[in-house]
């Protein structure tokens, strides 16, 4: 079976791809999905195809210095000091149209006010980022991460709340609203449990419950962290000041 990162990159070697020429459009719609299928079915079985190849990120930074990298970006970023618009953006698309090489993966709530390329002073295909309202790990989420980590090899994962979030004020609340928001209540709850309702404790209770929850439940997490390639975080942003602070 072909890897995890060859089912998600540009070319695939597998049987049911390599046939696809053969079948016309109907075929290869087909099979493709069936590539497609068989490279999701090897994720959720645990990451079996994950040790047949390396992941192709050409990364070589450690989860610390991935850390570090970060902190000092946020640190010109409030000093409004940014190195990353003086990059030429016509370079780096060109760099980055076929490929990407994170070194480091966000986990960030979809707030407007938290630009996470900008809080950290990073430039085009330097974050793998990852938003939700609440910044909250729900399955779909955990696979974006996953793949930032299996197939990008990114070697930090950071879980960002910030400060004044709607989401975590709102599960506080507890009031009706309309359509499918209220989804977002449970997986908040037990921080909001754990802080009462201390709007800045539960925020900080969140994202550090969430990175917890990243770690413990995701064998593609777990196992990179055993083996010293990734580092998980958990962060909260001052919209106010635009500082990063680490939460321990």
Not at 35 to 62: D, F, I
Not at 101 to 129: K, M, N, T, Y
Not at 175 to 203: F, S, T
Request: hydrophobic share 45%.
């Amino acid at each position: 079976m072909s890897t995890i990162a060859q089912h998600f990159g540009e070319t695939c070697s597998c049987v049911a791809c390599s046939a696809e020429t053969r079948g016309g459009d109907a075929a290869f719609s087909r099979r493709r999905f069936l590539c497609t299928t068989l490279g999701t079915a090897a994720v959720m079985a645990g990451g079996v195809a994950l040790s047949a190849r390396p992941a192709s990120a050409q990364s070589t930074m450690t989860p610390d210095e991935a850390l570090q990298t970060m902190m000092d970006g946020n640190k010109r970023f409030t000093e409004g000091r940014l190195q990353s618009l003086n990059e030429d953006l016509a370079i780096l698309k060109a760099k980055t149209a076929e490929k990407q090489e994170p070194f480091a993966a966000v986990l960030s709530c979809a707030d407007s006010r938290v630009p996470v390329e900008f809080v950290f002073d990073q430039s085009i295909g330097h974050l793998f980022v990852v938003r939700v309202a609440g910044n909250v790990a729900t399955p779909e989420i955990t696979a974006s991460l996953e793949y930032g980590i299996a197939v990008l090899g990114v070697n930090l994962l950071m879980v960002l709340g910030h400060s004044n979030c709607g989401a975590v004020k709102a599960t506080i609340e507890g009031k009706a609203v309309p359509g499918q928001i209220g989804a977002l209540y449970a997986p908040i709850w037990p921080a909001v449990n754990a802080a009462g309702n201390d709007l800045d404790a539960a925020i900080d209770a969140n994202a550090k419950m969430q990175a917890t929850l990243l770690s413990r439940t995701s064998t593609v997490i777990t196992d990179a962290t055993k083996q010293g390639k990734l580092k998980v975080v958990a962060a909260r942003y001052d919209i106010a000041t635009g500082v990063v602070s680490m939460l321990g």
